[in-house]
Structures are given as structure tokens and as C-alpha cells.
């Protein structure tokens, strides 16, 4: 009976998030309310790779580029459908990511972090490079409203509904996922690869698949912004952007459903709140990157087992304490 | 012909990602953890340099003095916010950590030197002597001078003299050291400052090759500095020296046969060839674990 109050508390969330557009009638805070969501699914997304299989992704901005690229061309020179495309853009990004995992994650996580950083930075030069296809610095404009049983979705409400629809639907599979062997085995092979193995769980194959699963969930808010923002150019898809997607991880913690969603809504408030000096947006995620680490290292609502080591080496004391060896050099 | 002078180019440019990775390799040793904020440190000391140069009328030494103090200052900094307070904890606490002062210190650049590039002005007023019909420009010369010299510097300083002793021992084992009377706390606080002044004086120099300044120039930068510290075997600074002049050669020949547009995406692509052949770099042992 302990599920109880935890199912009632999500049934009243639900009912609220559905009566929001209701009750905000002011056409900016739908936006706001939108934006917060693109960003929850964005960082729950990254959340699967780096907070439930430990593979530390600092260049997520390339699959949510890929996504809204790929919405964006088949859209405007194919005339492919928004609902078409939801799917079909999350799968390019998976394939995309099929390509950066096969021959990079049988490393060690710090080698992974720099190839994504490499990668994220080579999508965003393609793109500005290869004129013919993307338009290069130009951008894509003209992305038509998505259409749903012959209405046209248009106004912000219209599109909070889809994003939450996708939100809500994200966050099901991955539950659903996590409690499966899948995601059993992902969070295996975070706490310890080695054991992980040696238990027969191919490590390799559940990484391969944490990624493509967390680069499929990017393409799809690539494609959704392509739609909702109807204008697309590379400059929305820089480092900066995955930092602010991390970011948002980090502060609201790792390896849980709740955290990513927590530090998304919490950040793009804070962001909002002072759009007056917007140029101090990633400043303010910079500083608040630090002061997590300070007081929660594993975030607002984080897993403590990321950190379990942390832990240990505290409450045992094990590591010998430096300076209490610490002996004067000349004196030798 | 075009390619002894795309060679020359290479290893005046792989000189400068020598530096850089000789920094990134003692910090790889002595701290024993991967640094993102070091691409920013690269671009603060460009930046000392650079305003040195252009509101001080002075000449290109006291610019490069200018950019490893400046960032001698930073790495001591980043050494009491990043590394000090998480000796102990799980590595992750410490990378998100150096990300968080990476990301503070990127966007605080842009908002104080603004996000146009600026330009560097040049101090050999673009001359060159021939050799054949290779152009040797005197920056280049410069820039090869600064880099053997520091080269050299270093050498003395690690098997010379008693901080380069302790530094060493401390990138071996930090427990030995401490009981055989190494101070620990301090040996790390100056090693970072020193591998953080090195990126500093790299960055001056790269603004000086290029003629412009960034402040988004610090986020390549780190990959170039980290793939060529891979390439060379992580904790060798010899390695990090070579990556970093192939690293250099490298891009010069590619860009030459490709357009300098996807100048940066080689050394993503030789990071990823490095790390499937051979993983542990080309004067690496194994066993290093990060």
C-alpha cells in the first residue's frame, strides 16, 4: 500500500499539467511551460546515458541536431508528415549514434566524454559546412505547422500538449525499460563494469543500446522543436546548448526519472526569471553546476549509488589522511 | 614542394598543441584527473596576452610573461575550487566540478570580452624568408623557439630540481611520496599551476599564429590538447609532446586536401583511430586508468 500515495500525487500532477493551458491563459508562460518540457524530455534523454549505464555524455546537443536537421529537410523538401517524422527522426539520431558507439564505447568513460565532444562538434561543422543539404549558416526556414485530423496545430497550447504527450510517453518506456533486463543490466554495468561481465551481461551490446535509446529520444525533441521554433539553423545546436542539457542533469541529478525532470523545469525557470540579462544564462548554469557539487554531488534528486563510493571512503576513513603524514622535505 | 610547406606549417602549429599537451599531461599525472577546464585556460592566457599586447604597446615576451601569470593564478584557483575539496570523493565529483568552472568561465568571457573574435596585432609584421620556395614566416620561427625553449626549461625542472622530483613522485604514487616527506597538498597546487601556465603561454602563442582570439576558441582547443595526449600515451610528456606535433602536421596535410572548414573534425578523427589501435598512446603504459 505504500504505492498509494505516490500514484495519487502523480494522478493530481497529471490532471494539473492537463488543465495548465486552462488555467495560464497568457500565450508567453504556454511558451514557457513548452520550453520547460522540450527541456525535460532533452535531459531526461541524456539522463538514460549518463545517469543509468555511467556513459558520460557531454555532446548530446548532436543527436537533438540531428533530429531537428532531419525534421527539417524531409519536411520542407519532401513534405513528410510532423507525426511521420516524430518517429523517423528519432531513428536517424539512433543510427547517427550507432556510429559514434560502435567504435568508442569499449572505452572508459572519460575517453567516451571527449568523443562525444568531438562529435557534437563535428555535426554542428557538417552542418555549416554542407551547403547543398542544410543550407549552411542559413538555416532552414519555413517549417509548416503539423497537422492533426485536419487541424492545424498552431498556438502554443497546442504544441504544449504534444510535448507533454511525448514527455509522458518518454518517461513510461523508460520506466518500463529500466525495470526490465535492459535496464537491470545498464545499471549493472554503472556500478561495476568488470562485475557486471563477469555476471555474462555483454556489456558492450546494453551500452550500444543505452545510447541509441537516449540519442532516439533526442532526435525526437530535435524534430519537435524544428516544428514548434518552424526555423532551424546550426546556431541553436552548439556545445553550449549540450552544456545546458548537462547542466540540467547534473543539477537535478543522475539516474533517477525524477531528477532530469526537476533540473530542467528548475534551470529554464531560473533562466527565465532573469531574461533580462540573458547572456548570463550559462553563467548562472555554470555557478549552479558548482554549488551542486558542493552540497549534493549527486544532485537535487539524484541516485546516491552513483557516488557510493564518496561514501565509503568517508564514513570508513580509509584514505590515509595527507597531511597528517605530511614530514618536512629538508629535513631528509 | 606545397607539401614540405604544409610539413613546416604542421610542425609550427603541432609545436603550439605540444605545449597544450604537456600541460594537459602533467595534469593528467599529478592530479590524477582528466581537466575540462583546460581549453578555457588556454583562452584566458590568450586573452592576458592579447590585451597586453594591444593596450600596453609591449613587446611579445612580456605578452607571453603576461599570459603564465595570468593563468599560473587561474590554475591555483582552479586547484582550491576543483580538486583540493574532492580529494577524496568518488573522480566523477571532481570532472563535474572542472565542467561547471568550464562553462562559468566560457560564458563570463563572452559577456567580458564580448563573442566577436578579435584580432591579435601582429608583432613580425607578416614577414618570412624562403628557403627554396618554402615560406618560413617569423612568427613561426618564433612560436618553435618558445616551444624548444620551454621544452628544455622543463626538462631541468622535472629531473633538476626538488619540485621537479616531488612532482614526480607524486604523479607515481601519492601515498609513497607523502611518507617519504613530499608535501602533497603543495606539490599538486604548484604541478597545476605549472601545467595551467604552460596552456597559458600556449594560448598567447596561438593568437599570435592565428592573429585573433576568441573567447569559444577554449572548447577545440581541449580536444586538440586531449586527443594529442592520448595519441602520445596520457601521463608521458614526451608522448604528449610528439602527439602534439603529429596532431599538428596532421591537420596541416588535411586541411590541404580537404576544406579548412573541417579543420577540426581531424583531430576527432585521429582521437578515435588512436583510441581503437592502440589505445594506450605511442609511448604509454599500460595500465593507466582513467
Redesign the interface.
Known sequence: MATNPRIILFAILGVFLLLLPLLLSNDYFMRVATVILLYVLLASSLNVINGYSGQ?N?GHAAFYCIGAYTAAILSTRYGFSFWVLLPLSGLVSALFSCLLGI??LR?????F???T???S??IR??V??WTSLTRGPMGIPGIPFPNLFGMELRSNAHFYYVILGIVALMLLVTQRVLNSRIGRAWIAIREDQAAARAMGVEAFKYKLINLMLGAFWAGVAGCFYAFFASYISADSFT??EG?SI??MV?VGGQGTLLGPVIGATFLTLLSEFFRGIA?????I??????L???LR?QGIAGSSM?????RE??ESGI??E??E?????T?? | MFFLQQLLNGIAQGSIYALMAIGYSIILGVVGL?SFVHGEVIMIGAFAGFYVLTFLYSNVLVALLAGFVATWALGMFIEK?CYK??????R??A???T??????????A??VFGTQQKFMPDMFGNRFFAVGDIRIAYTQVFVMLVVVALCIALRQLFFRT?FGI?LRAVAMD??AA????????RTILFGNALACSLGGISGVLLGMYYNAVHPLMG??M??KA??ST?FGGLTSTTGAAIGGLLLGIFENLGVAFL?S??R??I??LI??VV??IK?SGLLGRKGV??
Open positions: 558520460f557531454i567504435p568508442t572505452l572508459r568513460g572519460i575517453y566524454a571527449m568523443t565532444l568531438g562529435f562538434e563535428i561543422l557538417s555549416l559546412n556545445l553550449d552544456f548537462l547542466a547534473l547572456q548570463y544564462r550559462l553563467v548554469f555554470g555557478i549552479a553546476i558548482l551542486t557539487v558542493y554531488p552513483l557516488f557510493r563510493r564518496y571512503t568517508e584514505e590515509v595527507i597531511e603524514v605530511e614530514l618536512d622535505a629535513h631528509t | 582528466v575550487i575539496p574532492f580529494r577524496n570523493a568518488a566523477e565529483v570532472l563535474i566540478a565542467i561547471g568552472l568550464s562553462i562559468t568561465l566560457r560564458s563570463s563572452q559577456i626538488r616531488a601519492k601515498k607523502a611518507l617519504l616527506g613530499v608535501n602533497v597538498n572548447a577545440t581541449a580536444m586531449f586527443t592520448v576544406s572548414g573541417y577540426d573534425i583531430a576527432f582521437l578515435i583510441l581503437l589505445p586508468e582513467l
